[in-house]
């Protein structure tokens, strides 16, 4: 899948160094040990990446924009199947 992708996706030379460092590091995910206080750090990684990503443009935008993620919280947990 990996290889298909990559040569679906190549533009040159450019491309080189990034293609072999996604490689590299699929090659070395598996390596990776999937149990414990490791495995807790990455599942734990995906959200808070996300939330430093949004928070300074939430905070950025005030009342409103604390009151329309407020409102898109609740409604994703409102959403999910339990």
């Given at each position: 899948m990996f290889t298909a992708l990559a040569v679906?996706?190549?533009r040159g030379k450019g491309d080189?160094?990034?293609w072999a460092g996604a490689a590299l590091l699929a090659?070395?995910?598996e390596k990776l040990p999937d149990t414990?206080?490791?495995k807790e750090f990455m599942e734990a990684l995906p959200g808070t990446i996300l939330v430093s990503?949004?928070?300074p443009?939430?905070?950025?935008?005030?009342l409103w924009g604390c009151l329309a993620s407020l409102a898109t919280a609740l409604l994703v947990w409102r959403g999910q199947d339990t």
């Open positions: 679906s996706l190549w080189l160094v990034p090659i070395l995910s414990g206080r490791f990503l949004v928070a443009g939430v905070l950025a935008a005030g």
